[in-house]
Each structure stands twice: as C-alpha cells, then as structure tokens.
C-alpha cells in the first residue's frame, strides 16, 4: 500500500517562497510517474509538476520558471519549491503517485495514490 504525506505548506506574502514535502513509502515498483497537484473549491484538481522514474519532469505553464520539482536520492522524498509565489497560486496541494512510463503526464486522472493534501495560502 502507497501511503503519501505532504508538509510544508502555510502563509506566505506575494513575492515569496515555500518548500513542500511529500514522503513516500511502501512503493513496490521502479517505474512511476510523480508529482504536484492543486485545486481551489469549486475548481478540477489541476497539474503543476511531475517527474518520472528516470526524472524527467513536466510543469504546467502557469509556474514554469518559479517551481522546482525534485527528489532526494533514496526517492522516498519528493519536494516542491516554489518562489515568487502569487496570490493565485494558493490552494490545496497534493502529491500524487502512478506507477507508469514515458514522459510524465500532468492529467490528474492518471494518477492512482494521493496524499491528503497541504494548504498553501500566498497574501498580498
């Protein structure tokens, strides 16, 4: 059973930065895809970034050039930092797990395991 636990999230001003955590444990397979979900209320859950077992990644437009997606070395940990953060940038943020090949897919429907989610909130 994969079991995902995010952390990191908060209250922060425009402009500025956070580090999410998301650790996995008992995956049981070598090939994934990996990443970053996030929805508002009333909004579909939408892709912000992905990373698959060779680490390829894929980022959704909206936070290209300000997130980074990455793994430690034992993959057991997958991080997001994000600066220059924006008021719309705030909401619920999953991590998310499918065990697949290939370039990584943004669609949330791909994705078979989700953590419970942290709160990012960015202030003007």
């Known amino acids: 059973l994969v079991q995902l636990v995010e952390s990191g999230g908060g209250s922060v001003q425009a402009g500025g930065s956070l580090r999410l955590s998301c650790e996995v444990t008992?995956?049981?397979?070598?090939?994934?895809?990996m990443g970053w979900f996030r929805q508002v209320p009333g909004k579909e859950r939408e892709g912000v970034a992905v990373?698959?077992?060779?680490?390829?990644?894929t980022y959704a437009d909206f936070v290209k050039g300000r997130f980074t997606i990455s793994e430690d070395n034992a993959k057991k940990n997958l991080y997001l930092q994000m600066n220059s953060l924006k008021p719309e940038d705030t909401a619920m943020y999953y991590c998310?797990?499918?065990?697949?090949?290939?370039?990584?897919?943004?669609?949330?429907?791909?994705?078979?395991?989700w953590g419970q989610g942290t709160q990012v909130t960015v202030i003007l």
């Open positions: 990373v698959d077992s060779h680490g390829r990644t």
């Open positions: 008992g995956r049981n397979y070598r090939e994934y895809w």
């Open positions: 998310a797990i499918n065990r697949a090949q290939g370039v990584p897919d943004l669609r949330a429907h791909w994705y078979d395991d």
